[in-house]
């Protein structure tokens, strides 16, 4: 069963405030991603990282932003949540083993900004 | 680039057979396919790699196609377990080893 955390599972905020969402795995693995998801509607990948210290944007355009400082460790930030942010945000992983590795996902975070 | 998914939905009975596809306008390295339940994480199925490969468990198998443009699963005999959204991800032949994933087909199994 795959080791991958993400915290708060929701959150209900207001507009303007500084908010980061939490994603934490304890497998050792290499790549992890953020994807967004509207509710019933497809993954979008919005930050990427190959491993400490490398970040990467993905398709869908994010005023989020990520970092790498630790294996385990991705948390996104948004300096100023806005109501368009409303969505679940989905993390998750995959050891760095060419293109055969499947993604472990985290049961997500669902956000609402007010 | 995003693979296109097809069908959008679909509704069964218990016991019949679905077909998703999934196809990409250029060559593709791997194809991921996940099922995500209401309410859940998306769970990985199975990946593909090869031209011509196949494979699967118990009564969920995947092709995909020579050419690597196109992939497909099939659900046999399906079970009320087996609803849910069924997405497949994919990666370029020389992309940066990042999944970009179709729009998803909801699959609804009834009694």
């Known amino acids: 069963e795959a080791d991958i955390y993400q915290t708060p599972r929701y959150l209900v905020i207001g507009t303007g405030k500084k908010i980061t969402l939490e994603c934490s795995q304890t497998?050792?693995?290499?790549?992890m991603y953020w994807y967004q998801q509207d509710p019933g509607m497809e993954l979008h990948l919005i930050h990427y990282?190959?491993?400490?210290?490398?970040?990467e944007k993905g398709d869908l355009s994010s005023e989020s932003t990520v970092s790498r400082i630790r294996t385990e460790h991705f948390p996104l930030t948004l300096e100023s949540a806005r109501p368009s942010h409303t969505s679940q945000y989905l993390c998750?992983?995959?050891?760095?083993?060419?293109?055969?590795?499947?993604?472990?996902f985290g049961n997500g975070t669902r956000l609402t900004v007010t | 680039q995003q693979p296109v998914q097809s069908p959008q939905a679909v509704i069964l009975r218990e016991g019949e057979d679905a077909v998703i596809n999934c196809s990409s306008s250029?060559?593709?390295?791997?194809v991921h396919w996940y099922r995500q339940k209401h309410g859940e994480a998306p769970v990985f199925l199975m990946i593909l790699l090869k031209g011509g490969e196949q494979k699967g468990h118990d009564k969920i198998s995947a092709s995909f196609n020579e050419k690597k443009q196109q992939s497909s699963l099939y659900l046999t005999a399906s079970q009320l377990s087996y609803s849910g959204t069924y997405f497949c991800g994919t990666e370029d032949a020389q992309g940066a080893q990042k999944l970009v994933f179709g729009q998803g087909t909801r699959l609804t199994i009834n009694p």
């Open positions: 990282s190959y491993g400490v210290n490398s970040t």
């Open positions: 250029k060559a593709l390295y791997s």
């Open positions: 998750a992983s995959s050891e760095f083993k060419g293109n055969n590795s499947p993604l472990h």
């Open positions: 497998m050792g693995h290499d790549k």
